[in-house]
């Protein structure tokens, strides 16, 4: 049975659909059968996979989410064996509106799900940048999330409100929804800007933020362009070290879970999001502008 993993943030170029795309790609070099959800109208996971888009113009999430077709149509092979892709393009914005009339319309993405679950080890859901009703949906659909967040102090906006709106979701539709962690990501070694951020934000959400931080690095701006995930672009890189390291903690974490001595049974699941917003005020204490920028 697939883990089900939503990679959200309502703010965007946080570096979200980069960390969806790379992260299920090197989930896939580890020999994980892995599905990426492109579920952002942009598309933007698609082009960076290598798809053109008139090869899934009449297949894609919007038309398993609508109805139209089954799930299993709209999903397409990578260069990678055990990565498949389901894409999206403009058309899904007016899923939005569409879903709105439907009945369980909170529900479309986890019933079309049913249907594949047993033909992966992870689906990787690349969110849009909005707390939406396609963001709903992935969240209703997900066992966990990955918040992706830069190392910077604007990226703390917002974040209370995301996971107010985790909590609903758990309250009402899915209350075993549990937060893989926060993902650092964008980092330059450079800035003792950057440096400082992640250290307080390592030092205040502990164990809730990823060991692994992904950095600012050329590679991963260019791959899309080429079409490939950073791994098959340049294996060498630091993007493509970061993620082979993020994907073996999740395996790990996972691991280590199901054995049942993970530290999470420590504090029930349901005060994850409780105990991160106790702490953001805490953040407004840190004197930002005695922290410098190294040239």
Do not use: W
Not at 36 to 42: E, N, T
Not at 196 to 202: D, F, L, M, P, Y
Not at 219 to 228: D, I, R, T, V, Y
Not at 270 to 275: I, P, R, S
């Amino acid at each position: 049975m697939a883990k089900i993993i939503a990679m959200m943030n309502q703010k965007g170029g946080v570096g979200k659909t980069t960390s969806s795309v790379n992260l299920a790609a090197c989930l896939a070099v580890a020999e994980k059968r892995t599905l990426l959800i492109d579920l952002d109208p942009q598309g933007n996971g698609s082009i960076s996979i290598g798809l053109a888009k008139d090869t899934f113009a009449q297949k894609n999430i919007y038309h398993a989410l609508i109805g139209q077709i089954p799930i299993k149509e709209a999903i397409y092979h990578s260069e990678l064996p055990c990565f498949d892709i389901c894409p999206s393009d403009n058309n899904l914005a007016g899923a939005e509106i569409e879903l709105v009339s439907l009945i369980a319309r909170e529900s479309k993405l986890k019933n079309a799900f049913r249907t594949i679950e047993k033909d992966y080890d992870y689906i990787i859901i690349d969110c849009p940048p909005s707390l939406g009703l396609l963001t709903v949906n992935a969240l209703n659909a997900a066992h966990s999330y990955i918040i992706p967040m830069q190392t910077e102090y604007l990226a703390m906006e917002g974040l209370a409100q995301l996971l107010n709106t985790v909590k609903i979701i758990r309250a009402s539709l899915n209350p075993d929804l549990e937060l893989d962690g926060i993902l650092l990501t964008m980092f330059d070694s450079r800035s003792g800007l950057h440096k400082q951020v992640a250290n307080e934000i390592k030092t205040h959400f502990g164990d809730v933020v990823f060991n692994t931080i992904i950095p600012r690095n050329v590679k991963l701006a260019e791959c899309p362009s080429f079409g490939k995930p950073v791994i098959l672009y340049d294996i060498e890189s630091k993007g493509s070290e970061a993620y082979l390291a993020l994907a073996k903690e999740l395996i790990l974490k996972e691991r280590f879970k199901n054995s049942g001595s993970s530290k999470q049974e420590e504090t029930p699941a349901a005060t994850e999001e409780d105990e991160i917003m106790n702490m953001i005020p805490s953040l407004e204490n840190i004197n930002f502008d005695e922290m410098t920028v190294e040239q």
